[in-house]
């Protein structure tokens, strides 16, 4: 067991770090609230900064979904519960013990992009004057409850698809955000005939996160075996990060990953 010290203290600043600071003033209650780490001042590169964004927004979505919180209903999830993972994986990239090596650096294991939170899937019902607008690739059409979401969100319009089924936009956002609950927004709109998120379907490598304590447990893990179907094995390096950003390595379980490997691979 290694009570690893976060190994550099060179502040950061990115949203994230503001909505820390925010985060101490928050009326949030119960588990959307509780067990959020204090903040992280380590040197972490920008690229992986915002890896570690979109992955801590996965997973606040993962754990709203699990612990039946109104706020799963939220396109943006509450600041302190996302912030508190970030703060976390932050800490697992700082710390010094061996097994951050194999899950940073060899394996790269980032959050297996399910739930959503960049893309929702659109079908439209293109007698609606609006819709033209998507199918030319301009994502402002005109409509204004179309594009107030548009604007507050982002969003672009990458593809526009003419299917069978009917006309298909794939919108994408700026941000990481929750894309179920967007695509819910974009079904009330008149013109559009149903909305759902993009998200990835199979398995793969992921990262788990769970309440510990007064922090949280991050499980990240390597699968194998028939991936496309759902992983038939699967390697973990568990790590449990305190409030005050304190890591400690819990170990690691099931069979080793099998060589060849490439980090990412099925």
């Known amino acids: 067991m290694d009570r690893a010290n976060i190994m550099r203290r060179r502040s950061f600043w990115t949203p994230f770090t503001a909505l820390a600071i925010l985060a101490g003033c928050s009326d949030l209650a119960g588990p959307d609230a509780a067990g959020f780490p204090l903040i992280v001042e380590v040197d972490i590169p920008v690229a992986q900064q915002q890896v570690y964004e979109e992955d801590a927004v996965r997973l606040a979505i993962r754990e709203l979904r699990q612990s039946g919180s109104r706020a799963r209903h939220d396109v943006e999830p509450p600041a302190a519960l996302v912030q508190g993972l970030f703060n976390s994986l932050a800490a697992v990239y700082a710390t010094s013990h061996a097994a951050r090596d194999s899950v940073v650096e060899i394996f790269g294991i980032r959050t297996f992009p399910y739930p959503a939170t960049r893309e929702i899937m659109v079908r439209v019902n293109p007698s609606h004057s609006w819709t033209q607008a998507w199918r030319e690739k301009n994502a402002l059409t005109g409509n204004a409850a179309v594009d107030a979401l548009v604007t507050q969100y982002g969003l672009t319009v990458r593809e526009y698809y003419l299917w069978s089924i009917g006309d298909v936009a794939l919108l994408r956002s700026a941000r990481p955000l929750n894309a179920a609950a967007l695509a819910q927004r974009f079904e009330a709109l008149a013109g559009v005939v149903w909305a759902e998120e993009n998200g990835a379907m199979g398995d793969g490598n992921d990262i ?47 069979p080793p990953v099998p060589p060849p490997y490439s980090a990412g691979s099925p």
Do not use: E, K, M
């Open 208 to 254: 788990r996160a769970s309440r510990h304590g007064d922090g949280w447990r991050l499980d990240y893990s390597v699968g194998f075996g028939d991936c496309p179907a759902g992983c038939i094995d699967r390697h973990t390096w568990s790590f449990a990060v305190a409030a005050d950003g304190g890591v400690t390595f819990l170990g690691a379980s099931g």
